[in-house]
Nanobody, 123 residues
Framework: QVQLVESGGGLVQAGGSLRLSCAAS????????MGWFRQAPGKEREFVAT????????DYADSAKGRFTISRDNAKNTVYLQMNSLKPEDTSVYYC????????????????WGQGTQVTVSS
């Protein structure tokens, strides 16, 4: 099992950028696909992005394509989400998660979840 801790959330104006980080414990980080999800108040949790074990494959929700970039550093046991051109509708709690494959992540079939970090985008 891996423990995940997100950081980097905050308040930003529309059009701004934030980089979220998710630090994982344990020595098996590179064995997991990783992903980012978000949940706004009153809405269901939704998939944002996922990255394969090696980092060679990425996949994004349509809402994230062209604006968000997921990456990972297996030497640092960390996955990142660079978010640019932020919009008020990106306001959510963002969660990172680990899973068996990018396909599983897209289906929210995740093994471990972080506690979340709040991102608020003001208009």
């Amino acid at each position: 099992q891996v423990q995940l801790v997100e950081s980097g959330g905050g308040l930003v104006q529309a059009g701004g950028s934030l980089r979220l980080s998710c630090a994982a414990s344990g020595r098996t980080f590179s064995s997991y696909a990783m992903g980012w999800f978000r949940q706004a108040p009153g809405k269901e949790r939704e998939f944002v992005a996922t990255i394969s074990r090696s980092g060679g494959v990425t996949d994004y929700a349509d809402s994230a394509k062209g604006r968000f970039t997921i990456s990972r550093d297996n030497a640092k046991n960390t996955v990142y989400l660079q978010m640019n051109s932020l919009k008020p509708e990106d306001t959510s709690v963002y969660y990172c998660a680990s899973g068996r494959s990018t396909g599983a992540m897209r289906g929210q079939q995740c093994d471990n979840w972080g506690q979340g970090t709040q991102v608020t985008v003001s208009s």
